[in-house]
């Protein structure tokens, strides 16, 4: 089964910038899928890359930028214009089922995560 390991994440001010890293170890893993949970809430979908396309979280768009480096077998995650709700716990997955994208339920791989903390 792919495995998934994340980096990347630390801690930031408003307005700062992080790029996040998902290694896969294996380069053929279908749609990608970046996640985040903050504590006390429910896991959210923050963006997804399929075969170069490319879907964000409305939250997201425009500051968050999904990107895949399949020579690498890496998916990275541009993050700017960093903002204090941005604060989480970051997750790649992969395995996607099928149906919506956003929905965490349709992965079966999961990485360990990367935090992410953003000061205001």
Same mark, same amino acid.
């Given at each position: 089964q792919v495995q998934l390991a994340e980096s990347g994440g630390g801690s930031v001010?408003?307005?700062?910038?992080?790029?996040? #890293?998902? &290694? #896969?170890?294996r380069s053929t893993v279908?749609?990608?899928?970046?996640f985040r949970q903050a504590p006390g809430k429910e896991r959210e979908a923050v =963006?997804? &890359?399929?075969?170069?396309r490319t879907g964000y979280a409305d939250s997201v768009q425009?500051?968050?930028? &999904?990107s895949q480096d399949i020579t690498e077998n890496t998916i990275y995650l541009q993050m700017d214009n960093l903002e204090p709700k941005d604060t989480a716990m970051y997750y790649? =997955?992969?395995g996607w089922t099928g149906g919506f994208w956003?929905? =965490?339920?349709?992965?079966?791989?999961?990485?360990q995560g990367t935090q992410v903390t953003v000061s205001s």
């Open positions: 001010q408003a307005g700062g910038s992080l790029r996040l #890293t998902c &290694i #896969t170890s279908g749609r990608v899928c970046w =963006a997804s &890359i399929a075969n170069g425009d500051r968050f930028t &999904i790649c =997955a992969t956003s929905v =965490a339920a349709n992965y079966n791989v999961w990485g």
